[in-house]
């Protein structure tokens, strides 16, 4: 008999953020583990966790920004956005609510970044969420 495989469920996220200019941006952060390249916040859900929940987690993790989430935005789910295995990813809008912006547990630098200025190197299909973020598609 065969055992089903399963995409595993992973949550990121748009935090909205004003730079030190007053610009709005959203946060990114550079990874320091493969795929290499600037990231949305995000990771696994946790078995018994909720998105809602794992996504305040992992922004607080990665940024060390405790965040309300405004609303969930969208799925994203090519079997190849990650070329580790198939992740699919809900995608969550928030706001900063406390902390300050500093890189944590597997982030390398984390920065504000806008439509305009967005790091050349960007890991797994975040380039195209941030496209359909700043396009307003969803």
Not at 97 to 121: H, M, Q, Y
């Amino acid at each position: 008999m065969n055992t089903p495989r399963n995409p595993y469920l992973t949550v990121d996220v748009i935090i909205e953020f004003e730079d030190e200019s007053g610009e709005p941006g959203v946060v990114m952060i550079e990874r320091k583990n493969p795929p290499n390249g600037w990231a949305l916040p995000g990771g696994f859900v946790d078995y018994g966790e909720s998105l809602e929940t794992a996504a305040v987690r992992e922004a607080r993790e990665e940024t060390s920004l405790d965040v309300e989430l405004i609303r969930q935005f969208h799925a994203y789910s090519d079997p190849m956005r990650d070329a580790r295995q198939h992740n699919v990813t809900v995608v969550f809008i928030a706001r900063p609510i406390g902390g300050a912006l500093e890189a944590r547990d597997d982030a390398r630098r984390a920065g504000v970044f806008k439509k305009n200025s967005l790091p050349t190197e960007i890991a797994f299909d975040h380039r195209d969420i941030l496209s359909d973020y700043f396009s307003r598609k969803y």
